[in-house]
């Protein structure tokens, strides 16, 4: 594990948890110095930790910043380079880019752990933050099925179920669905606070948690959007189009129907994508069809549930 | 209590906790007949209901829909025109502008209480709704600060505290902390189901917190929204301008720290003002300053926690 934030700590424990042996590099001190004392096999020291991944063929875990990928690949690459390695970050596209910059895309298999708190550090990790959530694993042209398949194999015993898709599919979805939130939920609060204490003092549940993300560090924030620049662009223009003409509406008949009812019925419709009964898939790993397969489960909605023996187990929703 | 859905029923119920002698009527069959079960003194008759308000000098408690107030207004003018009423409606000029064409303002208080569920009905309804909650009161012109002071002292017995504005803050201020929440979660949830199944999947924390509301009858939702139309379109312009400025840094220089800084500062301010220290003041409701008193105490982010005898006192956070 390299890097012990909230999502790296987390998986660190998660991992121990499981029976896996893990050991783990951080370049923050402090974190390195809490994981020590509670009993994790962590320090200070990339490279150490990574001739022992190469010692151990382990499954390193990048758990850094977008931005520190490029300091850490070279150094995987160097110390390393048979290993398999993932990674975590929220922006795929670009941390593709960087793994295509210094290291071997047939080895790399892009990840992103759909968890999270407001919080940071190893201090802020648990071992079952993942438990029940949605992990992210990427297929792209490059991607190897059996390396795809070991290091699936590894996130679900985190406890999260792995959803198989492109990188760009990631960056486009999460833009929509986690990007783009962070935006709103900024711009309320500070429509919010313009309204003075007395907004304050009003606000209940629906600005509570409309605006609970902007809690979040806004450093990593931006990080997740400015580095999703590419996917999120067209749909915060798609949001603008939809609150624009909900403006006119408003103005101009003084109806706001159209965006109140298809918006009722669109969060209805998802719930009900999550309800619907479940069908079993199997996909052999090894095969030349295993992209299009893993892909096409995700697109359904559907996740990988099992990995054994080059073959992938699936659960995908019925229409 | 004259309507007996999510608020009236809480109401109804936390007064008769409280030890009022409460009745009501409704126009709905189901939600008497289950209000009726549950051993409250309720019917669908409007005109006994305020005839009997009548003979007991009861405040009366319009807890009907916006639309309604039309159709109720006259016969409280005609059965018990002496009798202070009061309202729930989540916008509160269209409310007074109603009172107004078919009563007496100086017999109203205007009044809405900030707590909700997303469910609707007697049935939705529970005692402790308004636990903690502000519950705010208007203050305008025509109110008379005896019968200001009556109707607060009824409302401080369900536990919500008061908080005094005019109708005009009330309606500005709840636009920006209810009222466009609802239109982001709405655009939110539309946005989300645009990316598909996927999008349900990896749908995590930031996603379901800023679409809850969505979830809400879209008929309430228009209701309060459309009738708040005047308030609300300054600041649905308000929030387009910082998206759309947020947009064109982000397509121009990729940064968007004014946006994400800016709203995090502003949710942090928001959540100090709330346990900034606090000073009691009392205020003369028989006097000529009442209403300037009152609404200052609102204007700094202050409640109103206890009347007796003419006396309001008041709790304000020191700046």
Do not use: K
């Amino acid at each position: 594990m390299i890097g012990l934030g909230l999502i790296g700590g987390s998986t660190l424990r998660a991992l121990d948890a499981a029976g896996h042996r893990v050991w783990g590099a951080t370049a923050s001190a402090s974190d390195a110095a809490a994981a020590t004392a509670d009993g994790y096999d962590v320090g200070t020291e990339l490279v150490p930790a990574l001739q022992r991944a190469a010692q151990e063929d382990a499954l390193i875990v990048l758990a850094v910043p977008l931005p520190a990928l490029d300091t850490v690949l070279p150094h995987v690459t160097e110390y390393a380079p048979n290993c398999l390695f993932t990674d975590v970050t929220s922006v795929q596209g670009p941390a593709r880019e960087a793994v295509a910059r210094h290291a071997s895309l047939s080895r790399y298999v892009g990840g992103h752990p759909m968890a999270g708190t407001a919080g940071s550090g190893w201090g802020a990790g648990r071992p079952d933050l993942f438990s029940g959530a949605a992990w992210a694993l990427t297929v792209d042209t490059e991607t190897d099925g059996m390396a795809w398949g070991r290091v699936a194999s590894t996130v679900l015993d985190t406890g999260a179920v792995v959803v198989p898709l492109t990188s760009v599919t990631h960056d486009e979805v999460t833009a929509r669905i986690s990007h783009l939130p962070h935006l709103f939920a900024a711009t309320l609060a500070s429509i919010g606070a313009d309204g003075g204490p007395l907004a304050t003092l009003l606000a209940a549940g629906s600005f509570t948690d409309a605006t609970r993300v902007a809690a979040t560090n806004p450093d990593l924030v931006r990080a997740m959007t400015e580095g999703n620049h590419e996917a999120l662009l067209p749909v915060l223009d798609e949001a603008l189009g939809r609150l624009g003409a909900a403006r006119g509406a408003l103005a101009s008949t003084g109806s706001l129907a159209a965006l109140v009812h298809t918006g009722h019925t669109d969060l209805q419709r998802m719930g009900e994508n999550h309800s619907n009964p479940r069908t079993t898939v199997r996909i052999d790993l090894t095969a030349s069809t295993a992209h299009e397969g893993l892909i096409h489960v995700g697109e359904q909605g559907g996740s990988i549930t099992a990995v054994s023996e080059g073959l992938a187990v699936g659960h995908v929703p019925q229409r």
